[in-house]
């Protein structure tokens, strides 16, 4: 089974791309939930958090975003800190699902694919690119939030047009190439290199 990549600075419009994949019946993982649910199902995980960020970490039995937000983005150490915690983590889970997958291949959807090590132990990966101009107002009519705010967040993504010269293949979502085709594209390439007769 091939396991194949995603990833695109935020803005991009993966997930867009993530669920044409699902429509074709094509499982995904993705990181970012993922990495959100084992900090709070993963005992271990869960452990280093506190004895890293204290026991307020955790309000009640689950993770108290807010003050852990409140620490990691107004200090880059921390914020590498937490990843390291995280990103093991969230790379041993998807392991386990990719291992219980029945598909030709699989897809495994992450903003930090590079940034986390991820990338090291899938086959192919895919960039979804979009401009930052497009980038900065999707987040922004998303989420609500000022272009300071999403340039901020940028900021701590590896710079887009590095990310997709590390990329096997990229899927331009700029609106003005059809995504669809794109992506049909590449899975009938995917299909074929795991031995799939078409």
Request: glycine share 8%; hydrophobic share 40%; aromatic share 8%.
């Amino acid at each position: 089974m091939l396991k194949i990549g995603l990833t695109g600075g935020i803005g991009s419009g993966k997930t867009t791309v993530a669920r044409i994949f699902e429509v074709l019946g094509i499982p995904v993982y993705y990181a970012d939930d993922a990495a959100k649910q084992l900090m709070n199902t993963d005992v271990s995980l869960r452990e280093a958090i506190e004895t890293e960020f204290g026991k307020e970490a955790y309000r009640e039995g689950r993770l108290d975003r807010e003050y852990l937000a409140g620490i990691v983005f107004s200090n880059p150490e921390k914020l590498e800190t937490l990843n390291a915690l995280i990103h093991p983590a969230t790379i041993r889970d998807a392991d386990d699902w990719m291992a219980r997958q029945n598909s030709p291949y699989v897809i495994k959807e992450a903003a930090l694919l590079f940034e986390s090590g991820a990338s090291a132990y899938l086959d192919s990966i895919i960039g979804v690119y979009a401009p930052v101009s497009l980038r900065i107002r999707r987040v922004q009519v998303r989420d609500g939030v000022g272009e300071e705010e999403v340039r901020r967040r940028m900021s701590r993504q590896i710079e887009e047009s590095i990310k997709m010269k590390l990329c096997n293949f990229v899927i331009r979502n700029d609106e003005e190439e059809l995504v669809t085709p794109q992506v049909l594209a590449l899975h009938e390439k995917f299909l074929a290199m795991s031995g799939v007769k078409l």
